[in-house]
């Protein structure tokens, strides 16, 4: 069970789009849909953003979305604004029961 | 609203147990059929780590990697879920976080704050 690849680090000015990729094999994202995004903020609980590749939680604003293809999962922010500065770290099932996330990648707004 | 928080002792030594509690609020632990427990962690400067998952029936998931030294248990009449992982070592510095696992799709939500624990002689 390895951890999902992202890039360490993104970045974007106020308003433009950044889509930041995750990448699995074909045990975990390339398997299933149970791909979600979450977003922290230091010092702060990690929260879910994405859901099951494409859903978001009630409370996420639609500047923020995810899709999937083969073995890597996308996460885009359009829009972006200075509280999207944070690191966001995908996560997959990967059968068994089991969940792997991915290493992290740091937003600069 | 459901809300976890995370307790437990922030230092401890090398080979020493690791011991924290994940109490469950706003909710009863075997609230819904479909809803797991969780441990996560967080080295210092590093990305997360599943640890392992707990049901409230007590059927418990473990990430291979640390299988051999982790031990996750429920106490639902507490409301409350416990993580223990033995002969700690520098390398299981981390904050450590406990989280709701949604059974069917696998995401986890909410989260607690984290704890740091920090291993070191």
């Known amino acids: 069970q390895s951890a999902l690849t992202q890039p360490p680090s993104a970045s974007g000015s106020p308003g433009q789009s950044v889509t930041i990729s995750c990448t699995g094999t074909s045990s975990d994202i390339g398997a299933y849909n149970h791909v979600s995004w979450y977003q922290e903020h230091p010092g702060r609980a990690p929260k879910l953003i994405i859901y099951e590749v494409t859903k978001r939680p009630s409370g996420v604003p639609d500047r923020f979305s995810g899709s999937k293809s083969g073995n890597t999962a996308s996460l885009t922010v359009s829009g972006l604004q200075a509280e999207d500065e944070a690191d966001y770290y995908c996560?997959?099932?990967?059968?068994?029961?089991?969940?792997?996330f991915g290493g992290g990648t740091k937003l600069t707004v | 609203q459901l809300q976890v928080q995370e307790s437990g002792p922030g230092l401890l030594k090398p080979s020493e147990t690791l011991s924290l509690t994940c109490t469950v609020s706003?909710?009863?632990?075997?609230?819904?059929?479909?809803?797991?427990w969780g441990w996560i962690r967080q080295p210092p400067g590093k990305g997360l780590e599943w640890i392992g998952t707990?049901?409230?029936?007590?059927?418990?998931y473990y990430n291979p990697s640390l299988k051999t030294r982790v031990t996750i248990f429920v106490d639902t009449s507490k409301n409350q879920f416990s993580l223990k992982v033995n002969s700690v070592t520098a390398a299981d510095t981390a904050v450590y976080f406990c989280?709701?696992?949604?059974?069917?799709?696998?995401?986890?939500?909410?989260w607690g704050q984290g704890t740091l624990v920090t291993v070191s002689s």
């Open positions: 707990i049901y409230y029936s007590g059927s418990t």
């Open positions: 989280a709701r696992l949604e059974g069917f799709e696998y995401w986890f939500d909410p």
């Open positions: 996560s997959s099932y990967a059968g068994s029961k089991s969940v792997v």
């Open positions: 706003g909710g009863s632990i075997r609230s819904a059929s479909s809803y797991y």
